[in-house]
């Protein structure tokens, strides 16, 4: 249900394997990394050069071969760090509400952190260039997975918690996908039309858990 779920990776075993390097300075990881992130969002990947993410993190580019090592290490060190930044926000969190109507939308509260946060518009492009890109890592496909893995856990748990345990897989990938993709259209809505009246984007969140809640009654 979530990216592993979804065959993001697709990843087939590969002959070589590159070594990541472990991290040497936290603190300094994070600002190369938030610079890269954003470096993304307005550049894109491609254009997304290491000597531009060192330009706008204050850094030299021998700082970032330092800390990473590597582009392909660097940018996966940007997805750890926005999937770690989702775990430990909602690790402690639980679905609420009494009906199913309030847990769901205590669900798309919970998970519109993550996926609805630009950072995330970010790794897709990092998942979708390490899914084609030939000369990506089996070590960084394998810490992509894993990655996956680790969000999944906690997503899995969110959804048992909105619609019962007794819901099976289809459904509760069904909502997750309906949630992370309103999620995801949502930010491209406020990319394109950033003045759309607040009023207009309430009712249409309103709408959408109101259709959502009323297919998964029908389930019932």
């Known amino acids: 249900m979530a990216e592993t779920a979804d065959n993001v990776t697709g990843y087939a075993p590969r002959n070589r394997s590159r070594s990541r390097r472990p991290p040497k300075d936290p603190a300094g990881n994070t600002q190369i990394v938030d610079a890269a992130v954003a470096c993304i969002l307005e550049l894109g990947f491609y254009r997304a050069s290491t000597n531009e993410i060192a330009r706008r993190a204050g850094v030299s580019w021998g700082s970032i071969q330092y800390h990473f090592g590597s582009r392909e290490s660097l940018m996966l060190a940007a997805i750890e760090e926005i999937n770690r930044r989702f775990i430990a926000s909602i690790a402690k969190c639980h679905v609420e509400g009494a ?122």
């Open 99 to 220: 009906t199913l109507a309030k847990r769901i939308e205590s669900l798309y509260d919970l998970l519109d952190q993550h996926y609805g946060d630009p950072s995330y518009l970010a790794s897709m492009q990092i998942m979708l260039n390490f899914q084609h890109d030939p000369d990506t890592s089996q070590a960084a496909k394998d810490a992509l997975s894993e990655q996956h893995e680790r969000v999944a856990v906690e997503v899995r748990r969110l959804l048992a918690e909105a619609l019962g345990p007794e819901s099976d897989e289809t459904r509760r990938t069904t909502v997750f996908h309906a949630i992370r993709g309103y999620a995801i259209s949502t930010q491209l809505v406020d990319s394109i039309a950033p003045d759309l009246p607040r009023l207009h984007k309430h009712d249409a969140r309103r709408i959408f858990l109101a259709g959502l809640v009323a297919t998964q009654e029908q389930a019932d």
